[in-house]
């Protein structure tokens, strides 16, 4: 059980246009889930975190009007880079996390490496 | 706030000996602690967690764990390890709140290269 998927795996795509990565969680219901940003040989770095029906609450220095996050339902979110850029060229990953009984814990995707030419 | 210490970026280990990857943290309240392990190019996969009970925790790919709160420690053990347990692992602390999210803070990470 607690499995998250993430869509596409892999991006790439011209400076300026927008991408959007999906996160899903297979077989629990969200309430919570999170985006990070990974660069290479780097810790992960937590962009936001999203409650279902809500507002993402964004991490400090993360530009909101840049990275869109929907948590439309409680089994899916979505990320969306927009007028991407070189820089923005990294490995991003979503968490989920069920607030039911015994669970306390995030369950990651895969994560979408995404290239911005 | 909370913060995670993993002193060892780098740890090279021949095949079949012991290995442990320090986690210190910092918190002033109680935490919950967790290893992951990053594949390349992969997302990161839980291989235990401690959330209260036993202070030692035996996780998958019989990795183990033990909670010292006096040292505010969460070192990972393995008595003995694969070619295959080359890979990246992150100590993460969270402190459990009940009318908000648990926001997980990670280390910076130990790249464990399992030597033949």
């Known amino acids: 059980g607690a499995v998250v998927s993430q869509h596409p795996s892999r991006v790439i795509c011209k400076s300026g246009t927008s991408v959007k990565i999906e996160c899903r969680s297979l077989?629990?219901?969200?309430?919570?889930m999170f985006w990070y940003r990974q660069f290479p040989k780097k810790s992960l770095m937590l962009m936001a975190t999203?409650?279902?029906?809500?507002?993402?609450?964004?991490e400090q220095g993360v530009e909101k009007d840049k990275f869109l996050i929907n948590h439309a339902s409680l089994t899916l979110s979505t990320l969306t880079v927009t007028s991407a850029h070189p820089e923005d060229s990294s490995f991003y990953i979503c968490?989920?996390?069920?607030?039911?009984?015994?669970?306390?814990?995030?369950?990651f995707g895969p994560g979408t490496r995404l290239t911005v030419l | 706030a909370q913060s995670v210490t993993q002193l060892d970026s780098q740890v090279p280990v021949f095949e079949e000996a012991p290995v442990e990857l320090r986690c210190n943290y910092s918190s002033s309240v109680s935490v919950y602690l967790f290893w992951y392990v990053q594949y390349p190019n992969q997302g990161l996969q839980l291989l235990l967690k401690?959330?209260?009970?036993?202070?030692l925790v035996k996780g998958i790919n019989g990795f183990e764990a033990e909670f010292n709160k006096s040292q505010t420690s969460f070192h990972l053990r393995k008595p003995s390890v694969h070619i295959s347990d080359t890979a990246e692992y992150f100590c993460?602390?969270?402190?459990?709140?009940?009318?908000?999210?648990?926001?997980?803070?990670f280390g910076p990470g130990t790249s464990l290269s399992v030597i033949p």
């Open positions: 968490s989920a996390m069920s607030r039911s009984l015994y669970t306390d814990t995030q369950y």
């Open positions: 999203s409650n279902e029906g809500s507002k993402a609450t964004y």
């Open positions: 401690y959330l209260s009970g036993s202070t």
């Open positions: 993460a602390v969270s402190a459990p709140m009940k009318t908000s999210y648990d926001k997980v803070i």
């Open positions: 077989d629990f219901q969200a309430t919570t």
